[in-house]
């Protein structure tokens, strides 16, 4: 697909250089040349000019529309000056003027018109008006960017990207994956409009409106770009956010214009990204109504997504957003936005897939195993997984590598998981052989507790903001559904790292806020959320409905109520999260001996993975069941 951009216009404008040589002839002509070239006449005060009068020293007088010229008698002398020297002076309204010149027997006249005096006031009358319109299409093309068509008239007018059939590459489906169903529902769309008679000719209709929903990164806007090209249709690409201005009205003549250009290049492609930017709900402020340019700009999409007549069946508007709860309910209806096509992060086998397309632009070695990498990459977004294999790559150019290893794949993981590595932040023996322990009591309890993830690394070397160390733990499998045992599992490896620093210091440190704080939402999510307590029984306490891809470890406020049941809340919260800390000190207390070698390790080598880490949790001894 290609952009159909507009041609620059020419540097060389004649219209703006006419309006530039006429005004110049014009200045030259009324200031400049009779200054330089005119007679240098000596000027005089007008009161003056009426004493010399008075006292019959004027010989003769010239009178002019601005200017009155005025010849002194052959004895009469002003300022030194030569006799019969002529003056002038400015008029001033005076009706008495004639009848003093004749008492006083001056011969006057009034001053004859020039020569080119029309052609003066033609000049004088055209020339202005001449030079104001310059001026105003001058401001007029600054305010479209340096030379548009349409300026600052064009404040209305749709600001969205039309790509037309071209010879430029285009995107289709087969540069998407990891998204089956989601490619499976927009083919319907592509099929109709490469063979609509089959539909229509059995009275079936096509969605007006198709919303693509998911987390960012996943692929939305590549889905509908695919859609266009698959389709080869004309396809208009726009922002929700590039509608919203600060002068109501502008929204909803975007829409407007929008739309009449769709209409006219029908069957084509709407895509607007972004839609809560436009399409919040509008009873989102406690009450309906108003004037407020969001609103009216909703409104207008609202009106034209209802008007499309039978002959404008063909213009399909597609729309994505992240934020599918806070969507007005007049855009989701029937007959609006008919479908609704979910675009979630892939399982395993669509992260291969995924990696499979983006590594075809990158060399591999022939030690490059993708299952592997789609294996440890649980949650990636297709937008995550294109940047891990970037990161990959930059790592083996900058370790000077002719092809990307696995070894550098594995770097990137750690990178995206854990953060940047820290060289510098260089830590005493102390705090090294503290963060050791604490990182093996996490790998320790983990390697016990149902439903963890296995341990595939555990180092002592500082990475990210604040990470001292970290253990990395990857699920074996793709999960989506956990028990409570599972999530009393996950608590309690959280809480393993505090537990060894217990039991080998006998004392605590800082280390642990970050584990607190995710073990204390869990638990809390535990109770308000997914009613795993037997003393509140089934009942969700959290405030109102969670965004739908919210992640799960962030925290949620909880809704009005009584004080006695809030009490119970942080009473069960503090029993889950006991419990949990208990069983994490029994599981080190019981792999004593085996956390001590582990540890000696680690502290040596500042890092365990791989074989070595696995074969020293394979000897991980259960708690006995007492």
């Known amino acids: 697909m290609a952009i159909k951009d507009k041609p620059n216009p020419p540097r060389f404008r004649p219209f703006n250089n006419i309006f530039l040589i006429l005004g110049i002839g014009f200045l030259a002509a009324n200031f400049i040349l009779p200054s330089i070239l005119g007679p240098q006449i000596p000027g005089v005060p007008y009161s003056l000019f009426i004493h010399q009068v008075q006292e019959g020293d004027v010989a003769r007088v010239q009178v002019g529309q601005n200017q009155i010229q005025f010849q002194l008698k052959p004895e009469t002398e002003i300022g030194g000056e030569d006799l019969g020297q002529v003056y002038s002076t400015t008029p001033i309204f005076d009706l008495g003027l004639p009848t003093l010149l004749e008492e006083k027997g001056v011969e006057f006249a009034a001053a004859p018109p020039p020569k080119n005096g029309w052609i003066g006031n033609v000049l004088g009358w055209v020339i202005p008006p001449l030079i104001f319109v310059g001026i105003w299409q001058f401001f007029i093309r600054r305010g479209a960017g340096g030379g548009g068509p349409q300026g600052m008239l064009s404040i209305g007018k749709s600001k969205a990207k039309v790509y037309v059939e071209g010879e430029a590459a285009k995107t289709t489906f087969a540069d998407v994956a990891g998204v089956e169903e989601a490619k499976t529902e927009l083919v319907e769309i592509v099929d109709f409009l490469k063979t609509p008679g089959r539909y229509t000719q059995i009275g079936a209709r096509i969605p007006k409106g198709v919303l693509l929903v998911g987390p960012p990164g996943t692929g939305k806007t590549l889905l509908a770009k695919a859609v266009a090209g698959e389709a080869g249709v004309p396809f208009f690409s726009i922002s929700g956010s590039e509608f919203v201005e600060m002068f109501v009205g502008v929204g909803s003549s975007r829409v407007r214009d929008l739309f ?3 209409k006219k290049q029908a069957p084509c492609i709407v895509f607007i990204d972004e839609l809560d930017a436009i399409g919040k709900s509008r009873s989102s402020n406690g009450f309906y109504g108003g004037n407020d340019e969001r609103e009216q700009t909703l409104n207008q999409l609202l009106s034209e997504m209802d008007g499309f007549a039978a002959e404008d ?13 806070i969507l007005d309910p007049a855009l989701l209806r029937p007959g609006r936005f008919d479908r609704q096509v979910l675009v979630d992060r892939p399982a395993l086998s669509g992260r291969e897939a995924i990696l499979k397309i983006h590594a075809q632009k990158v060399k591999l070695g022939d030690d490059v195993d993708l299952h592997a990498i789609a294996t440890r990459t649980p949650g990636f977004a297709g937008a995550d997984l294109a940047n891990l294999v970037n990161e990959a790559a930059l790592l083996a150019a900058r370790s000077g590598r002719p092809a ?14 854990a953060g940047l590595e820290k060289k510098s932040r260089v830590l005493n023996d102390k705090e090294k052989k503290i963060v050791a322990y604490h990182e093996v009591g996490h790998a320790l309890v983990g390697s016990l ?4 993830g296995r341990v595939e690394k555990i180092s002592i070397v500082s990475r990210g903001m604040a990470a001292l160390g970290y253990t990395l733990q990857l699920p074996t499998e793709d999960r989506f559904l956990m028990d409570e045992a599972e999530l009393r599992g996950q608590i309690a490896t959280l809480l393993g790292g505090r537990s060894a620093e217990e039991i080998v210091f006998n004392s605590i440190t800082t280390g642990a806020s970050n584990d607190l704080q995710r073990a204390t939402d869990l638990a809390e999510q535990m109770v308000t959320t997914f009613g795993m307590s037997k003393v509140l029984g089934p009942l969700a306490y959290q405030q109102g409905a969670r965004p739908m891809f919210l992640d799960q470890g962030m925290p949620n406020a909880r809704r009005s109520m009584s004080e006695e049941t809030a009490q119970a809340i942080d009473r069960e919260v503090k029993d889950i999260v006991e419990t949990a800390h208990q069983q994490a000190l029994e599981a080190i207390r019981h792999n004593r001996d085996l956390m001590e070698t582990i540890t000696t390790q680690l502290l040596e080598t500042e890092a365990l993975e791989g074989k070595t880490l696995h074969h020293l949790l394979d000897q991980v001894q259960a708690i006995p069941v007492t």
């Open 313 to 325: 069946a063909t213009v399909i508007v597609l729309a994505a957003t992240n934020r599918p709860e």
């Open 404 to 417: 990307v290893a696995q070894t550098d794949f594995s770097e990137a993981i750690e990178r995206v998981v």
């Open 449 to 452: 507790m149902p439903g963890s």
């Open 260 to 262: 009449e250009q769709a």
